[in-house]
């Protein structure tokens, strides 16, 4: 296994910069999450890494060697992309053996390796299918396979489960993540779906407009963002932002920490007047949206609380001031300033 680092690295398209000085380390053996919306860089930065694209300026090392200048096959990466590029001709046996066709070994060893791969990622029973015969998910194991076959030191992977539909994501997601812990082989994973990156990463990168924003375990990301992009990307609804009466900083909270509140003010919590206008019933939970002032707003309430808000009125609501994150309103980055309110 082997750590993967890159410093300074940039990736300049004409006038575009793709990529702008990143400095990040992958620990060996972690699973990092690049996450951000399309066009923020983290498939550039991804194929970088990968030896695909050449940077415009920067390292990448991978194991302690420095690796910018060396091509893909000296890098001892294995990359699953999107479409998983499986030989259509071919059974599930000769996809995962390809590459070690190509590198030469031995036909004894070649079938050892196969198996094991195909036994861990369940597909034994797969080997003389043709992808058209597959699913999915069977699909995305089998690129998978052939992936692990080569024995890398580091897996990239950009938007894998992308193909899939939403709930054989939600497994492949738990068959994906078991696997990287069983093999424990450094892994880099690119997505803009923050369920995916909440859920799998043991950290998450938080990209745009080229650049990290964040950097930090899935909790760190969503309960302690470090400015207004990052509040508003990660989280479904995002976090609430609620502009203080002289407009310098944005109070920042999250739906399920903003609730119904009759009764009389009190130390260590803020209070709004929410006008209600909608309501959603989503089975586990109910959503309400409305607004603070001219500030839409969302409330999340478990569908077993005693308290609603019907649509249609107005509402005491509340916040507690430990889950308030405080933001600048002009630059978007977090502050310590307290707020007047």
Request: charged share 25%.
């Amino acid at each position: 296994m082997a750590a993967v680092e890159t410093r300074n690295l940039t990736k300049q398209f004409d006038q575009v910069k793709a990529v702008d000085g990143i400095d990040l380390v992958c620990e060996d053996g972690e699973f990092l999450v690049l996450l951000g919306p399309s066009g923020c860089g983290k498939t550039t930065l991804l194929r970088m890494i990968g030896g695909l694209e050449a940077p415009t300026g920067g390292e990448i090392v991978i194991g302690g060697q420095d690796v910018t200048k060396l091509p893909p096959r000296a890098r001892k990466i294995a990359m699953v992309f999107q479409s998983y590029a499986l030989y259509p001709h071919m059974t599930v046996y000769n996809n995962i053996a390809f590459p070690l066709k190509a590198q030469k070994m031995a036909k004894p060893e070649q079938q050892e390796r196969v198996t094991w791969a195909a036994s861990i990622l369940g597909i034994d029973h797969l080997m003389d299918r043709k992808p058209r015969q597959l699913s999915g998910g069977q699909r995305q194991r089998v690129a998978l396979a052939r992936a692990l076959v080569r024995e890398p030191n580091v897996f990239l992977l950009d938007e894998p489960l992308s193909n899939l539909d939403a709930q054989r994501r939600a497994s492949a997601r738990d068959e994906l993540q078991q696997f990287q812990r069983r093999v424990a082989t450094t892994t880099i994973y690119v997505t803009h779906d923050q369920v995916e990156a909440m859920g799998m990463g043991d950290r998450i990168a938080v990209m745009d407009q080229g650049r990290i924003r964040q950097l930090g375990t899935p909790a760190d990301i969503y309960n302690q963002p470090a400015d207004v992009f990052v509040a508003t990307f990660v989280g479904s609804p995002p976090m609430n932002l609620v502009p203080t009466p002289d407009g310098s900083l944005l109070l920042g909270f999250r739906p399920e920490h903003f609730f119904r509140h009759e009764g009389p003010a009190a130390d260590g919590l803020k209070t709004f007047p929410f006008h209600v206008h909608r309501e959603e019933y989503l089975g586990a939970e109910r959503l309400y949206y409305g607004e603070i002032g001219e500030t839409r707003v969302v409330a999340r309430f478990p569908v077993t609380a005693t308290t609603t808000a019907p649509p249609g009125d107005t509402y005491p609501f509340a916040v507690h001031d430990r889950d308030v994150r405080m933001f600048d309103a002009k630059t978007g980055e977090r502050t310590d300033l307290v707020a007047v309110t």
